[in-house]
C-alpha cells in the first residue's frame, strides 16, 4: 500500500488534543472518535458495526454517517492513511508496512468502475451470500450500460477481506470509480447503503440508501439494481465532464470533448449555450469523424435547444441528416439510438421509425432515465398516453434526483392532457416549470393547460411570458411544427393556446 501523502498525526484521547506534524488542528467530535477508535486497535480491522456502535453509542444510524468523517479523516491525513477492507471495514495504516501493488492495465476509453464486496452489518455470519449476491445482481445490472466499464465479480471479490488502498484497486484493476457499501438489518428490515467514489482522490461523488424488508427481497435488490444504474449514469457523464475539463486542451482527445459537452446538451436554455455545445462536438468530430456518441450528441444539442425554443424548428431540423444516419448504422448504444429516435420523432414526424429506436434502447438499457424521459416524449407524441406515463414513473423511481426529470413532467403534462386529466395536467407542467423555468415547450404547454381547466387568467399570464421569449411564434407555427398526431389533443391544445391569446 502506498505511503504517498500520508501525514504524522498524535492523538490524547483524555484531552480530546488532536495534532498534525506537532500542530493542532481542530475537527469534529465524531471524526475524533472514529480516528480514536481507529488508533486504539491500529493491529487489526476494525468492522464498520464496531465503529458505528461505540462512536455513535448504540443510536440506530446509517453507515453515510461514518462515511463522511471517514472521508474527512482522509483529507487530513492522506488518502491512504485509512486502508479499507471490502465486506468489512477499514484499518489504520500508520505503521503498516507498504503493499506491492502490480501496476494493472491501463485505464479504457470509457468511464470504469469496480463494484467492491458490500460490508454484511447484519451481525448475522449467515446473511453473507445474500449480501454477496446482492452486489452480484448490481455487478450484472450496471455491466448493460454500454457508457461504463464494469469489472468483473471474479476480480472484484478477490478483494473480500483484504486491506487495501482505493488507489491502489483503482490501479490494479484499471478503473477510475469504485463502488462500495453495505447492507444492515433489524428484524425483516434491511437498510442497504452504497457510495460511489473517485479511486484516486477517494473523494465520493455520490451515496444512496435503500430500505425494505426480506420478505421482499428480490423486489429489493431490483429497485437497487434499476436505481444504482439509473444514478450511476449521470453522474458518471457529469464527473468525468469535470475532470475532462481539467486537462490541457492542445491534447484533449474526442471523448473528452465530448464529456466536456454532454452536460451541455442536457439543458440547452439559450443560443450561447447552444453554440459553446457544439464547437465542443465540432471539434470532437474533427478528430474522429465517425465517432457515433459526438454525433448523437449534435442530435440531441439540437432537440433540445428546439425544444427550449433557442432556435427554430428549422434550424433543428438541420440534424435529421445525421439521426437517421445513426439510425441506419444498426447502434447499439441505447443512448445513440434514444437520442437519434427523439430526433426523427419530434423534428422529422417519423414518429414509428423513433418509437422503435427508443424501445429497442429501452429493451437494452431499461434502468436508463434519458432513455424513459425521451421514451414518454415520443410515446406522448403518439397518442400513447398511458404509456408515457408509464415511462415517466419509471424515471422518477430510477432516480428522483436526476437533473432531466423537469423535462420528464413536461412530458407527463402533456400526456394527462391527452387523457383530458386537466388538474393533474396543470400540476405536473407546474412542478416543470419550476424545474426549468425557461423550457419553452413547458411554458407553452403550461399556458394550454390552464386554459383546459379553466384557470383563463393563468393561461393567459403563462401565455405572455412564452411570447415575451418567442415573440415570433404563431399559431401557424404550432400547426406546422406540433409533434403530437391526435387530433383531439392537437386541436384542443391550440384553441386553448389561442384563448389564452396566441394568435
Not at 464486496?117 to 453473507?128: E, K, S, Y
Not at 405572455?464 to 398526431?485: G, K, M, V
Not at 392537437?490 to 393556446?497: K, S
Request: include cysteine; charged fraction near 20%; proline fraction near 5%.
Amino acid at each position: 500500500m502506498s505511503t504517498k501523502g500520508l501525514r504524522q498525526f498524535s492523538i490524547d484521547t483524555d484531552a480530546r488534543r488532536f495534532e498534525i506534524d506537532g500542530a493542532a488542528v481542530a475537527i469534529g467530535a465524531r471524526a475524533f472518535d472514529v480516528l480514536a477508535f481507529l488508533d486504539a486497535h491500529a493491529d487489526r480491522v476494525v468492522s464498520k458495526q464496531e465503529l458505528l456502535e461505540t462512536v455513535w453509542g448504540g443510536l440506530s444510524v446509517e453507515e453515510g454517517n461514518l462515511t463522511v468523517q471517514i472521508s474527512a479523516l482522509r483529507k487530513l491525513l492522506g488518502t491512504d492513511a485509512i486502508a479499507t477492507v471490502p465486506g468489512v471495514g477499514y484499518k489504520l495504516t500508520r505503521g503498516a508496512p507498504a503493499r506491492a501493488v502490480p501496476e494493472g492495465p491501463a485505464l479504457p476509453e470509457k468511464p470504469s468502475i469496480a463494484v467492491l464486496p458490500f460490508a454484511n452489518l447484519t451481525g448475522d455470519p449467515a446473511m453473507a451470500y445474500l449480501v454477496d449476491g446482492i452486489v452480484s445482481d448490481l455487478i450484472a445490472g450496471i455491466s448493460r450500460m454500454p457508457g461504463l466499464f464494469v469489472i468483473a465479480a471474479s476480480s472484484s471479490f478477490k478483494y473480500k477481506g483484504e486491506v487495501v488502498s482505493l488507489r491502489d484497486v483503482g490501479t490494479e484493476l484499471g478503473v477510475r470509480y469504485v463502488l462500495e457499501g453495505s447492507i444492515q438489518m433489524g428484524g425483516n428490515a434491511l437498510r442497504i447503503t452504497t457510495q460511489l467514489v473517485e479511486a484516486e482522490t477517494g473523494h465520493t461523488i455520490w451515496s444512496e440508501r435503500f430500505g425494505g424488508s426480506t420478505e421482499d427481497m428480490f423486489a429489493l435488490q431490483d429497485e437497487i439494481t434499476e436505481r444504482t444504474a439509473a444514478a450511476l449514469e449521470p453522474t458518471v457523464i457529469f464527473a468525468e465532464a469535470g475532470r475532462a475539463r481539467h486537462q490541457p486542451t492542445d491534447n484533449i482527445r474526442a471523448y473528452d470533448l465530448c464529456l466536456q459537452a454532454a452536460p451541455r446538451v442536457m439543458r440547452v436554455a439559450t443560443r450561447a449555450e447552444f453554440d459553446i455545445a457544439m464547437d465542443l462536438l465540432d471539434r470532437a468530430l474533427a478528430l474522429d469523424p465517425d465517432y457515433a456518441f459526438a454525433k448523437a450528441l449534435v442530435v440531441r444539442a439540437h432537440v433540445m435547444g428546439t425544444g427550449a425554443r433557442a432556435m427554430t424548428h428549422d434550424e433543428g431540423r438541420k440534424a435529421l441528416p445525421t439521426a437517421y444516419a445513426l439510425l441506419d448504422e444498426q447502434q447499439t448504444d441505447p443512448l445513440v439510438l434514444t437520442f437519434a429516435g427523439h430526433m426523427v420523432a419530434y423534428l422529422g414526424n417519423d414518429h414509428e421509425l423513433g418509437y422503435r429506436a427508443i424501445q429497442r434502447a429501452k429493451n437494452i438499457n431499461p434502468n436508463s432515465v434519458m432513455v424513459r424521459v425521451s421514451a414518454a416524449w415520443v410515446a406522448a407524441y403518439m397518442g400513447h398516453y398511458r404509456a408515457a406515463i408509464e415511462d415517466a414513473e419509471a424515471a422518477y423511481r430510477l432516480n428522483p434526483l436526476d437533473p432531466n426529470l423537469g423535462h420528464c413532467r413536461a412530458a407527463h403534462g402533456y400526456a394527462l392532457m391527452g387523457l383530458r386529466l386537466y388538474p393533474e395536467a396543470v400540476d405536473w407542467l407546474e412542478k416543470a416549470i419550476a424545474d426549468d423555468p425557461s423550457f419553452g415547450t413547458t411554458q407553452q404547454a403550461l399556458a394550454a393547460a390552464y386554459e383546459l381547466n379553466g384557470q383563463h387568467d393563468k393561461a393567459c399570464a403563462a401565455m405572455r411570458l412564452y411570447l415575451a421569449q418567442t415573440p415570433d411564434y404563431t399559431l401557424s407555427t404550432y400547426r406546422e411544427t406540433s409533434p403530437f398526431i391526435e387530433p383531439a389533443l392537437r386541436l384542443g391544445v391550440e384553441d386553448a393556446m389561442q384563448a389564452a391569446g396566441l394568435q
